[in-house]
């Protein structure tokens, strides 16, 4: 059973930049995907990235492609989210989770069989 932590979450201001962490223990991340996904208050789970197990490969959401950064270090088992120019509407709790699939091109939640607890961001204008 692979469990997920992530951290870096945080309190910043609009235009910030905040890396979040995702460590997984039990099982070794490297032959799968890894994906983020958010959810606000009142809305749902939405998709921000995905990385292939190669980490050559990465896929966005509108709302975050050219701001977000998806990477990945096998060795550490830690999977990252970098985020600049960060805006209000970014404001969610962030979920790491890790795919069935070893490639980046299933995004939908139910290709997603393990899930961390979330971390906060909040960004303030």
């Known amino acids: 059973q692979v469990q997920l932590v992530e951290s870096g979450g945080g309190l910043v201001q609009a235009g910030d930049s905040l890396r979040l962490s995702c460590t997984a223990s039990g099982r070794s991340l490297s032959r799968y995907a890894m994906g983020w996904f958010r959810q606000a208050p009142g809305k749902e789970r939405e998709f921000v990235a995905v990385?292939?197990?190669?980490?050559?490969?990465?896929v966005y959401g509108d709302p975050v492609e050219g701001r977000f950064t998806v990477s990945r270090d096998n060795i550490k088992n830690t999977v990252y989210l970098q985020m600049s120019s960060l805006k209000p509407e970014d404001t969610a709790v962030y979920y790491c989770?890790?795919?069935?699939?070893?490639?980046?091109?299933?995004?939908?939640?139910?290709?997603?069989?393990?899930w961390g607890q979330g971390t906060q961001v909040t960004v303030s204008s």
């Open positions: 989770a890790m795919s069935k699939f070893a490639s980046s091109g299933n995004i939908e939640p139910a290709a997603f069989t393990s």
């Open positions: 990385i292939s197990w190669t980490g050559l490969t990465t």
